[in-house]
């Protein structure tokens, strides 16, 4: 397991050196073997160490593309966190971050291409401690700003040496499925595990998630061994009877992570990938991907009313709390809290907030959550979330974000952005609005203007699905919109 940075990056290096010819990355239509991806890596790290001795970020905006790992293993070696963005990200928003990051370069991915061609490779590598970013990911934050979560090397390698103890991944023997954009922290339990292993990297571009053809042509080309994906995904992968152990012979492992595991869904594939196992983790991009596993099974199914998240990794304290951030009861909900090594340091420039969130106790960060959860004999329970984030296709969001936003569009006197739930679980947003003015718009005319407006400012999953135009809202005692009513009123 990987103990340093050195080691972490010799591992790679290794692996790219025993075999060089082999594929390491592909997102179905473009492919990288192991050792161009680290010749173009080296090459980016020579530049890298070109732009000075600042350390500042590089910022690696595209999406699936390799030369993107590429980019992330460039920043690495010369020892500069990377903060990937989505190309699709609105220009305000692309801005925003950009001045929060202030990078030392920005590159895209034919940008990097263009670089790998004329820069020479670095000899040697940076001297990266424990305590130095690895990647820096942007989150949605609740004052309409994004935050920047800042994960270290120490955090990272916390992470990855639990999950390659627990899943015991084959020595060249993986092929690593993986849904998510690399600007969402579940891709980091799909592409290192691949690297660190000498297995292949299948990364599902966005214009094949929603396919099912072309996705299942990737699947049977491909045959992976691992799955990594949010339940959501596997839901619509499995609305196909084809989605079932004959396209995928090899599959060992369904992971999934960042949003509830439903039963329903677990059941379907115990039945349909008999020989597959399936595990459930939970964890925020503050504490790096996961910080508790369980593997399902239908005797875990039959024994528990609820899903539960799993137990807590070693060396890694994870618990419901009071107010005082002290452990709960046996049966108690509280606070979920999350204390040790894997505990990101806190947000990019943003002291305030990490004030609000983090903490320390016994010499160790910590996180509050702001999930609500309980524990039994050590087994953890997830039971919502206490204030206004949700979690919709695997994407957190922070509603107030959206709704300052909403607030801040032309024509928009006030509005309220509530959570739409079915079922008991959340798939969408409607925005109540306040117009200021309509130039004789109709309600649909209206709303279609004022979600354009939104996608300048936000990308699409951040986008309210309704709108519903008022000329008042419902106020309670304090004078303060009823939520309450409103969320009754949706439900209705």
């Known amino acids: ?116 061609a004329t820069s020479a490779p670095l000899v040697g590598r940076a001297d990266s401690g424990m305590d130095d970013p690895f990647y820096i990911l942007f989150t949605s934050g609740s004052t309409g700003e994004p935050k920047g979560v800042v994960v270290t090397w120490g955090c990272l390698l916390s992470f990855l040496s639990w999950l390659l103890a627990e899943q015991k991944f084959g020595e060249r023997d993986e092929v690593f499925l993986g849904q998510t954009p690399f600007t969402f922290d579940v891709s980091v339990m799909d592409l290192y595990p691949s690297l660190l292993t000498g297995g292949m990297h299948v990364s599902v571009p966005r214009h094949v998630l929603t396919a099912p053809r072309e996705l299942f042509t990737l699947i049977e080309r491909t045959n992976p061994t ?17 989605f079932a152990e004959s396209l995928m012979p090899r599959l060992k492992r369904f992971l999934f992570c960042g949003e509830p595991l439903p039963e329903k869904l677990a059941e379907l594939l115990l039945a349909r990938f008999p020989n597959a196992e399936i595990w459930n983790t ?31 990794m070693p060396g890694v304290r994870v618990y419901p709390g009071d107010e005082h951030r002290r452990p709960l009861p046996d049966g108690e909900r509280g606070e979920l809290l999350i204390v040790g090594p894997s505990v990101s340091p806190g947000y990019l420039g943003r002291a305030d907030l990490t004030a ?7 010499g160790m960060r910590g996180y509050a959550t702001g ?33 300052t936003n909403v607030r801040q569009l032309s024509g928009v006197r006030n509005a309220v952005v509530l959570p739409v739930r079915r079922n008991g679980a959340v798939e969408g947003m409607a925005a109540y ?30 986008i309210p699905k309704r709108w519903i135009f008022r000329e008042t809202l419902p106020t309670n005692s304090s004078g303060k919109v009823d939520r309450k009513a409103l969320l009754a009123e949706l439900e209705a």
Request: glycine share 8%; proline share 6%.
């Open 226 to 242: 691992t799955w990594v994906s949010t339940p959501s995904f596997a839901t619509f992968c499995a609305t196909d009877p084809k």
């Open 1 to 116: 397991m990987p103990a340093t940075p050195a080691e972490f990056l010799n591992r790679i290096q290794a692996a790219a050196h025993r075999q060089p010819d082999e594929i390491g990355y592909t997102n179905g239509s473009e492919a990288i073997t192991r050792g161009v991806l680290w010749e173009t890596a080296t090459r980016l790290a020579g530049h890298f160490r070109s732009l000075g001795d600042d350390r500042a970020p590089i910022m690696l905006v595209g999406h699936k593309e390799p030369e993107m790992v590429a980019g992330f293993l460039g920043a690495a070696i010369a020892g500069r966190a990377y903060v990937p963005v989505d190309d699709r990200l609105p220009a305000a928003r692309l801005d925003r971050i950009r001045e929060i990051v202030r990078p030392a370069a920005e590159l895209t991915a034919d940008s990097i291409r263009e670089l790998a």
């Open 356 to 362: 609000q969130k983090f903490f320390e106790i016994d």
């Open 371 to 403: 999930d609500v959860a309980s524990v039994r004999d050590g087994l953890l329970s997830f039971h919502g979330r206490m204030d206004y984030q949700v979690k919709i296709g695997g994407h957190r969001i922070e509603i107030e974000d959206v709704e």
């Open 433 to 462: 609005v306040l117009p200021s003015s309509r130039n004789g718009e109709s309600d649909f005319e209206l709303a279609a203007r004022l979600r354009k407006a939104l996608g300048e400012r936000l990308p699409g999953y951040m």
């Open 282 to 312: 939970y964890g925020p991009t503050e504490a790096t991907v996961a910080v508790t596993s369980i593997q399902v099974t239908k005797e875990l199914l039959a024994s528990h009313e609820a899903m539960p998240i799993g137990y807590a």
